[in-house]
Each structure stands twice: as C-alpha cells, then as structure tokens.
C-alpha cells in the first residue's frame, strides 16, 4: 500500500530564508506527484505537479522535484515571505485513469518578518 | 470561470439526519472526486466518478453514497449522520484520456454532527 510522509510537520524560518521541503513514498510506481498549499481553513490550491517522466518543475520561487527510484520529491521555496506561511501537502497518483491522490500529512510552515 | 464549487460551506446535523454536498465543476472535467479531511489523518478518498453515470469506492466509503447523474455535479450523500462523520469535505475535479490529471480543489464543506 502506497505510503506518503513529508518532514518536517512544521517548519519556522524567519523571512528570505531559502527552505526545502520533504516528501517521500514507499512505491515508486507512480503516475505523477502534486504539491498543494492550503491556508488554514480554506481549500487546496495547486503548486506545482510533475509527470512520472518528469525530474524537476518551477514556477516563480518554487522548484520541485521528483526522484521515482528513491521514492522522494522536494519542493524549493527560494526568498521566503511572510505570505508563503500556510501547509504544504504532497500527493501521489498512482493507479489507471481516474484513481485518486494519495495525500502526506503536510509540513506546516510558518514565516516571520 | 469559477474551478470548482461546493455548496453548503457549513453544516451543524444532529446524529441520524441526512443531508446531501453538492459540487459543481465547469471546467468539462471527466473525472471528480469526493475526499475528507481530519486532524492527523490526511486527506482521504470516500468515492469517485470517472464520467457521467459512474462511481466507485474509494479508501472510507462507508456511511456515505454518490451520484454523478450530470458531468457538472457530483453529489455526496449522508443518509443517517454520526458524529465519525464530522469533518471538512473537500471535492476535485481533473481532466482524464490523455491529460495532466491535475486535480483541483473546491473550498470545503465543513460538518459537525452532534
């Protein structure tokens, strides 16, 4: 059964800070791999989504990347603001057509001015 | 173009009442998803829809039933709610054959049952 952890749970940098943030997978079989924001009490927003064949996607200040042998992705946050505060949720797609996500618990981050 | 959209945004049942969650999407997405979310579990699947007139289980089914009679909607039921039934309901969409299968989200439904 495919598994999803991302550590830290929570993260504090104070602002401009460059971060990483960790995702990884027990099952390497995957079809693709999202990052979600979502602030608190709202709904998920997409970040950034990289296809199986895929190593690495940017937008703006954000990179992920994706290493299907080892089972691990990474999103870059590079110059981090106060705005960028909010969970990070990492998901795995791993069956045929339609199937779901499988979701981490998230890596909360918080950015002080 | 408003994505994806869930109605009602809040909800307080008392134990044994029924209600139905509505999503609609207007992005002609094939395929739409039901999911909850609770403390320290994640995001879980309840069911899915891969195209007009199709639903299937997914990881919690139970407690819950779905329809997909338009492409548009799709429709979450509780028929007899119990308070394991509190939590936040999220429903995406994506488009399939051939696409990204990006899902997008809708803002939550969140349900209190007492």
Known sequence: KQEVTQIPAALSVPEGENLVLNCSFTDSAIYNLQWFRQDPGKGLTSLLLIQSSQREQTSGRLNASLDKSSGRSTLYIAASQPGDSATYLCAVRVGQAGTALIFGKGTTLSVSS | ?114
Not at chain 2, 12 to 22: A, N, R
Not at chain 2, 54 to 62: L, N
Not at chain 2, 81 to 101: I, M
Request: hydrophobic share 30%.
């Open chain 2, 1 to 114: 173009n408003a994505g994806v959209t869930q109605t009602p945004k809040f909800r307080v049942l008392k134990t044994g009442q029924s209600m139905t969650l509505l999503c609609a999407q207007d992005m002609n997405h094939e395929y739409m998803y039901w999911y909850r979310q609770d403390p320290g579990m994640g995001l879980r699947l309840i069911h899915y829809s891969v195209g007009e007139g199709t639903t299937a289980k997914g990881e919690v089914p139970d407690g819950y039933n779905v329809s997909r009679l338009k492409k548009q909607n799709f429709l979450l039921g509780l028929e007899s709610a119990a308070p394991s039934q509190t939590s936040v309901y999220f429903c995406a969409s994506s488009s399939g054959g051939g696409g990204s299968y990006e899902q997008y989200f809708g803002p939550g439904t969140r349900l209190t049952v007492t």
